[in-house]
T-cell receptor, first 112, second 114 residues
């Protein structure tokens, strides 16, 4: 049962342009949604989160949008930089259980 | 470095042996989570522990896998009688009490079963 889905395995973007990573979910009980970034041979690094009662959260170049009616969220990176090239995981969290459910990830390539 | 520490970083075991993976949480964090990542897949939740307590082990295989977080020392994920399908990257995360939405991950242990 895939409660969190990232349907694009990879995305390629030119440096300086916007990167948009998408995520869909099926579990209406998630209280928080999180985005993590992962480089090879390293653990995931927390990027940004959004509470289920919000529709937008912004932190520097990173903005996450949540559309609860569509059960969809997206991460926008503006402007994209080569150092942003990594795998990005979307995750949902039910704070009642603290079990974080991850999507399969999207590999972002930012070309210089 | 006050981050989450995991050791060993790489572990090779033959089929039937035991694997012990260690995780030291960030200073001040009392909650530990273990995840497994199979090749080309996302991270799968295994178990959530507080000191001396298993809170949620719904992601743990019913046999051969166990986890503990003793009062003193690191959290241990133990896999008995390993099989080839156990080969994966195992990640530990920690969080402050009551802040499961703020999990910090260690670098992972890559287990290879030959």
């Amino acid at each position: 049962d895939q409660q969190v889905k990232q349907n694009s395995p990879s995305l390629s973007v030119q440096e300086g342009r916007i990167s948009i990573l998408n995520c869909d979910y099926t579990n209406s009980m998630f209280d928080y949604f999180l985005w993590y970034k992962k480089y090879p041979a390293e653990g995931p690094t927390f990027l940004i989160s959004i509470s289920s009662i919000k529709d937008k959260n912004e932190d520097g170049r990173f903005t996450v949008f949540l559309n609860k009616s569509a059960k969809h969220l997206s991460l926008h990176i503006v402007p994209s930089q080569p150092g942003d090239s990594a795998v990005y995981f979307c995750a949902g969290l039910n704070t009642g259980g603290f079990k974080t459910i991850f999507g399969a990830g999207t590999r972002l390539f930012v070309k210089a | 470095n006050a981050g989450v520490m995991q050791n060993p970083r790489h572990l090779v075991r033959r089929r039937g042996q035991e694997a012990r993976l260690r995780c030291s949480p960030m200073k001040g964090h009392s909650h530990v989570y273990w995840y497994r990542q199979l090749p080309e897949e996302g991270l799968k939740f295994m178990v959530y522990l507080q000191k001396e307590n298993i809170i949620d082990e719904s992601g743990m295989p019913k046999e051969r896998f166990s986890a503990e977080f003793p009062k003193e020392g690191p959290s241990i994920l133990r896999i008995q009688q390993v099989v080839r399908g156990d080969s994966a990257a195992y990640f530990c995360a920690s969080s402050p009490a009551g802040q499961g939405y703020e999990q910090y991950f260690g670098p992972g242990t890559r287990l290879t079963v030959t």
